[in-house]
């Protein structure tokens, strides 16, 4: 398939790759930013463009991969080619696209990535949407030449998908920002966190999180949690998200388990 990426961050960067070697060709890679989109063009043989007046219509599919506010401005510059136009946001609905043409659909990455870091698309879940079933087809057959985990996911089941990866990815990883900082305020180094992060991590790939549950909070141990609150004096932000997670695992696990 002949496809069109418009976005060179890190989302296009490795859709393009795992593109690219599955077989199909990228005709050209849009940025505002030219050397973004030159770097990303010329690892993948396409053409580089700053502006989407140079958009071309040789190619079968634009796909769309930019901040979420900006989808809604670059879509009628590509749907007047009447050409398949897609977009690859957890949070924003088909119908965003749908207001400007019924070829639409969306391609979502369940992931997260940095350019440094490759990933193995084939384990990576894709969530298509299409405006039909045939637009829906096609994608699915598309996303199956790059990963092995392929979904049909609508927009109201996609946002809350978005929505739960913020909080299994997003606030965690901000939660391990948090861990390194206290730390490091103590010449400790996070290295020695990450042999317990790995294990927590390996647990839920076979168990329900609720089952796993460990810490202070879920075994009813307020004279930990008392003493943890008091050495975030002077904190009050990380007190409060420290009470708040406290109090929703407490909820959540009413019944103590001293073993935890």
């Not at 696209?97 to 870091?117: D, E, M, P, R």
């Not at 609720?210 to 004096?233: F, I, K, N, S, W």
Request: glycine letters at 4%; a negative charge.
């Amino acid at each position: 398939m002949r496809i069109t990426l418009i976005g060179s961050g890190n989302v296009s960067t490795h859709l393009a790759a795992a593109f690219k070697n599955a077989g199909h060709r990228i005709i050209q890679v849009y940025s505002r930013q030219m050397q973004h989109a030159a770097l990303l063009a010329y690892h993948v043989g396409a053409s580089a463009i700053d502006s989407l007046a140079d958009i071309s219509a040789d190619t079968d599919l634009f796909v769309i991969s930019v901040k979420d506010d900006a989808i809604k401005d670059i879509a009628p510059h590509l749907t007047g080619q009447g050409k398949l136009v897609v977009h690859t946001s957890g949070a924003v609905s088909l119908q965003e696209l749908q207001n400007f043409t019924k070829n639409a659909g969306v391609f979502y990455l369940l992931q997260t990535f940095s350019k440094t870091k490759e990933v193995n698309f084939w384990d990576v879940p894709l969530c298509v949407e299409g405006s039909d079933d045939n637009i829906t087809k096609m994608l699915e057959e598309l996303a199956r030449t790059i990963s092995n985990n392929v979904y049909r996911v609508d927009s109201a089941q996609r946002k809350v998908l978005h929505l739960s990866a913020v909080f299994a990815c997003n606030f965690t990883n901000h939660l391990y920002d948090i861990s390194q900082q206290l730390l490091a305020e103590h010449n400790m180094s996070f290295d020695m966190l990450r042999p317990l992060i790995t294990e927590t991590a390996d647990k839920v790939r076979e168990h329900s999180p609720a089952d796993v549950q460990t810490g202070p909070a879920v075994r009813h141990d307020l004279q930990t949690m008392t003493a943890h609150l008091q050495m975030l004096e002077g904190k009050d932000e990380l007190k409060q998200i420290y009470h708040l997670l406290s109090q929703d695992i407490i909820k959540n696990h009413k019944a103590p388990n001293s073993d935890k």
